[in-house]
């Protein structure tokens, strides 16, 4: 039984290092060169850092969710706005051209900004302050908050004398 236990344990690693070295890279491809967008996710009118690593000239790069530029070679990464009218959702693939060879990277727009590309102007200020004042006094109104008053500071002390002879009795 003590056998058994060892021999799953030595088998258990080799099994999982040679699962490791036969699985494909996710940049392992003919071109050498690493495109990247981050984040993958951007609301509309968001900025995205556009890099490209290990090309040995410049990188072209094209997408419709903002304007189409060329990375130098020394440069690594740019900062790019997204376009305010990129639509919710939509998912654009970055293209990359390297020495000839192209890559894509996908680009998510995300939900949640406001359907207008930008936010509406307020016509005129806030009134503020004036609370409920702006109207004026209106005489049945404070009449009919002095009643209400009334009203209840009288039913008020008829059930505390009410209590108060019950008592006694």
Same mark, same amino acid.
């Given at each position: ?7 799953? @344990?030595?088998?258990? &690693?080799? %099994?999982?290092? #040679? ?11 003919? +071109? ?5 967008? %981050? &984040?993958?996710?951007? @609301? ?9 690593? +290990? ?25 790019? &706005? ?12 970055? %293209? ?17 900004? $406001?359907?207008?590309?930008? $936010?509406? &102007? ?6 503020? #302050? ?33 209590? %108060? ?5």
């Amino acid at each position: 039984m003590h056998a058994i236990r060892a021999a799953s @344990a030595a088998v258990l &690693p080799l %099994t999982a290092l #040679g699962l490791t070295l036969t699985a494909p890279s996710a940049h392992a491809e003919d +071109s050498g060169f690493q495109p990247r967008v %981050t &984040p993958s996710t951007i @609301a509309a009118g968001g900025q995205v850092s556009v890099s490209s690593s +290990s090309c040995s000239g410049e990188t072209k790069v094209e997408a419709q969710t903002f304007d189409d530029f060329t990375l130098a070679k020394d440069e690594g990464s740019r900062s790019v &706005p997204v376009h305010w009218e990129a639509k919710q959702g939509s998912v654009d693939y970055v %293209t990359f051209t390297c020495n000839g060879q192209s890559q894509t990277v996908k680009l998510t727009v995300a939900g949640g900004r $406001p359907e207008s590309a930008s $936010p509406s &102007p307020v016509p005129q200020g806030v009134k503020a #302050g004036v609370g409920g004042s702006a109207g004026g006094l209106d005489v049945q109104e404070i009449a009919l908050g002095g009643a209400l008053i009334a009203g209840a500071l009288g039913a008020a002390y008829y059930v505390t004398r009410r209590r %108060t002879s019950d008592k006694g009795a």
